[in-house]
């Protein structure tokens, strides 16, 4: 399996995980998202950053990320936005494989964190996220724009 950064030649291959990410966690399907969100990954000045497993010339995988500022400690961080294996790959490292790498894209760029939330219901992925990282005591809140 090889890591690596979201490649143009990528796109239909990683809109099939990116849409069976969005139906795992019941979002609906919306084609327009699917096009916005490789218009940021195809697009070199946006913020959002794409990786992806690939095993056998598939992709396996795919990890949005993206650098955040942190104030409250004057530094930056690293927010991991998706995470995804396909279901026929599932516990077989993908998900750890990604992590790592970009565990390691952070290090290199001198972030503080690499920091990510996932549903209080997604207790296969909690079990490899409370190996390799720490589970903190914050809480998210969600609120409406202009509400």
Known sequence: MTIRPVRPDDR?????????????YRLEADEAVVDRVWSWLADADHEVRGLVAEADGALVGIAHHRRFARPSTGTVGVWLDDLYAAESVRGTGVGHALI?????????EGASVVRWITADDNVTAQRLYDRVATRTRWLTYDATPGA
């Open 12 to 24: 239909e291959q990683w809109a099939t995980l990116f849409r069976a990410y969005r139906e795992f």
């Open 100 to 108: 790592a790498h970009l565990g390691g894209i952070a290090a290199l």
